[in-house]
């Protein structure tokens, strides 16, 4: 089984940054794509970004140019930098791990237990 433990998390204005950490343990050596989902109120989870074990990153396009996804193998770990916050990125986020080498919509098999972001504006 893989763990997967999300943090940073919270409150922030319009316009504000945030940096999501998740770190991974348990049984690595079944995972090789990572990546970020968000779940809205009334919303279906949705893929945010991933990245492959070597550093190849995809982003969903309402976030492009505004969030960066990445990863540090050694420590197991994964990053999302949020900046230029809106409000409609107010959702909770969930780190997911899969054996696929490039994490999609409908591929992820190990699941964090989401952190809240919200964005007042």
């Known amino acids: 089984q893989v763990q997967l433990v999300e943090s940073g998390g919270g409150l922030v204005q319009a316009g504000g940054s945030l940096r999501l950490s998740c770190a991974a343990s348990?049984?690595?050596?079944?995972?090789?794509?990572m990546g970020w989902y968000r779940q809205a109120p009334g919303n279906e989870r949705e893929l945010v970004a991933g990245v492959t074990s070597g550093g190849m990153t995809n982003y969903a396009d309402f976030v492009k140019g505004r969030f960066t996804i990445s990863r540090d193998n050694a420590k197991n770990m994964v990053y999302l930098q949020m900046n230029s916050l809106k409000p409609e990125d107010t959702a909770v986020y969930y780190c997911?791990?899969?054996?696929?080498?490039?994490?999609?919509?409908?591929?992820?098999?190990?699941w964090g237990q989401g952190t809240q972001v919200t964005v007042s504006s």
């Open positions: 348990g049984r690595i050596v079944s995972i090789s794509a």
């Open positions: 997911a791990a899969s054996g696929a080498r490039i994490i999609n919509a409908r591929n992820a098999e190990y």
